[in-house]
C-alpha cells in the first residue's frame, strides 16, 4: 500500500472500508488487523476524529458484532488494549500507536533525512536553535515537536533527545513499534496468560475464558446489578442462585463436568477451587 496521509480518508471511505472489513472478520484478531490494514499501514498521522470513529466501530464490533456505533462494553478499552501478558487482549490503542508515528517524525527531522519537508524544517524554523530547545511554532510543524515531551518521559530510556531517539531505532530506521510499547505502563504478568495464549485453543473460547477471567460474563448475579428481571435459580441444577463461584465451582452438575474432565485429560482437580488460584 503506498503511503498515505489519514487526512487523505474521507469519513465516508473510512467507514466503508472498516465495515467491510468489519464484515468479512469475526474476532478481536481481526479488531487489530482493522489497524493494520486500515490505518497503520499508511504510516499515519491521524486525525483526532477520525480515530475516535474507529475505535468506536472496533469496540462496537467487538461487544455487539455489529459495525453500528454502540456505548455497549463489558470491559473498557484503554483495558481491552493492554499486553497480553498484563492479561488483556492487546488490541491496538490508537492513539499510543498515532503518538509514535508522529514522534517518527521528530526522528527524521534530528536525522536530517535527505528530504525537501525536513530540509524546510531546518531552513526556517530550526535555524541555529537546537531541536531539543526550539521554541515550538504554531502551525503543522507543531504536533512533531511536541513529540519531545513523550519521547522525554519515557522511563526506559535515557539521554537528551538525541541519545533517547537513538535507542528507538531498530537497525537504521525508528522503531514505531517500540515507542508504543513503551508508552503502557510496566504491569504485572498473569499466571494464566498462557492458557489465554493457547495457540490451538479457538479464538470464540478464549474470549469467553478471558471475559470470565475478569468476571464479566453476563451470568444472572451481573444481569440482576443492570436491572434485568431474569430468573435466579442455577441453570443447571435448579437448587442455588447463579453466581460466578457457584455456576462454576460449587454447582454439583459443575463439579461432575470439573470430576471427569480431570479423569479424561489428567488434570489436576480443581473441583473446590477458586478462579482467582
Ligand atoms: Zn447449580
Given at each position: 500500500?503506498?503511503?498515505?496521509?489519514?487526512?487523505?480518508?474521507?469519513?465516508?471511505?473510512?467507514?466503508?472500508?472498516?465495515?467491510?472489513?468489519?464484515?468479512?472478520?469475526?474476532?478481536?484478531?481481526?479488531?487489530?488487523?482493522?489497524?493494520n490494514t486500515?490505518?497503520?499501514?499508511?504510516?499515519?498521522?491521524?486525525?483526532?476524529?477520525?480515530?475516535?470513529m474507529?475505535?468506536?466501530?472496533?469496540?462496537?464490533?467487538?461487544w455487539?458484532?455489529?459495525?453500528?456505533?454502540?456505548?455497549?462494553?463489558?470491559?473498557?478499552?484503554?483495558?481491552?488494549?493492554?499486553?497480553?501478558?498484563?492479561g488483556?487482549?492487546n488490541?491496538m490503542?490508537?492513539?499510543?500507536?498515532?503518538?509514535?508515528?508522529?514522534?517518527?517524525?521528530?526522528w527524521?527531522?534530528?536525522?536530517k533525512?535527505?528530504?525537501?519537508?525536513?530540509?524546510?524544517?531546518?531552513?526556517?524554523?530550526i535555524?541555529?536553535?537546537?531541536?531539543?530547545?526550539?521554541?515550538?511554532?504554531?502551525?503543522?510543524?507543531?504536533?512533531i515537536?511536541?513529540s519531545?515531551?513523550?519521547?522525554?518521559?519515557?522511563?526506559?530510556?535515557?539521554?537528551?533527545?538525541?541519545?533517547?531517539?537513538?535507542?528507538l531505532q531498530?537497525?537504521?530506521s525508528?522503531?514505531?513499534?517500540?515507542?508504543?510499547?513503551l508508552?503502557?505502563?510496566?504491569?504485572p504478568?498473569?499466571?494464566?496468560?498462557?492458557?489465554?495464549?493457547?495457540?490451538?485453543?479457538?479464538?470464540?473460547?478464549?474470549?469467553?475464558?478471558?471475559?470470565?477471567?475478569?468476571?464479566?460474563?453476563?451470568?444472572?448475579?451481573?444481569l440482576?446489578?443492570?436491572?434485568?428481571?431474569i430468573d435466579?435459580?442455577c441453570?443447571?441444577?435448579?437448587?442455588?442462585?447463579?453466581?460466578f463461584d457457584?455456576?462454576?465451582?460449587?454447582?454439583?452438575?459443575?463439579?461432575e463436568?470439573?470430576?471427569?474432565?480431570?479423569?479424561i485429560?489428567?488434570?489436576?482437580?480443581?473441583?473446590?477451587?477458586?478462579w482467582?488460584?
Amino acid at each position: 500500500m503506498p503511503a498515505t496521509s489519514g487526512e487523505d480518508y474521507s469519513e465516508d471511505q473510512l467507514l466503508d472500508n472498516t465495515t467491510l472489513i468489519l464484515c468479512r472478520t469475526s474476532s478481536t484478531d481481526k479488531v487489530s488487523f482493522i489497524w493494520n490494514t486500515v490505518l497503520l499501514g499508511t504510516d499515519l498521522p491521524t486525525t483526532k476524529k477520525v480515530m475516535k470513529m474507529v475505535e468506536a466501530i472496533c469496540r462496537s464490533f467487538l461487544w455487539t458484532g455489529s459495525s453500528t456505533v454502540s456505548k455497549k462494553a463489558s470491559v473498557s478499552w484503554e483495558k481491552v488494549c493492554l499486553p497480553q501478558v498484563a492479561g488483556d487482549l492487546n488490541v491496538m490503542n490508537l492513539v499510543f500507536w498515532n503518538r509514535a508515528a508522529v514522534a517518527k517524525h521528530l526522528w527524521a527531522v534530528a536525522k536530517k533525512k535527505d528530504c525537501l519537508w525536513i530540509k524546510w524544517i531546518h531552513t526556517f524554523y530550526i535555524k541555529h536553535h537546537t531541536l531539543e530547545h526550539m521554541p515550538i511554532p504554531k502551525n503543522a510543524v507543531r504536533k512533531i515537536l511536541e513529540s519531545r515531551k513523550l519521547i522525554g518521559d519515557v522511563q526506559s530510556i535515557q539521554g537528551n533527545l538525541l541519545n533517547r531517539l537513538d535507542q528507538l531505532q531498530n537497525g537504521n530506521s525508528f522503531s514505531i513499534r517500540k515507542l508504543y510499547r513503551l508508552q503502557f505502563p510496566q504491569l504485572p504478568k498473569v499466571p494464566w496468560k498462557g492458557i489465554v495464549l493457547q495457540p490451538r485453543l479457538h479464538p470464540r473460547f478464549k474470549f469467553i475464558l478471558w471475559l470470565a477471567l475478569q468476571r464479566r460474563l453476563a451470568t444472572v448475579d451481573r444481569l440482576l446489578k443492570f436491572g434485568v428481571q431474569i430468573d435466579q435459580q442455577c441453570a443447571l441444577c435448579k437448587l442455588a442462585s447463579e453466581i460466578f463461584d457457584h455456576l462454576f465451582f460449587e454447582c454439583y452438575v459443575t463439579k461432575e463436568v470439573w470430576s471427569r474432565l480431570g479423569d479424561i485429560a489428567d488434570l489436576f482437580k480443581i473441583g473446590n477451587e477458586r478462579w482467582n488460584r
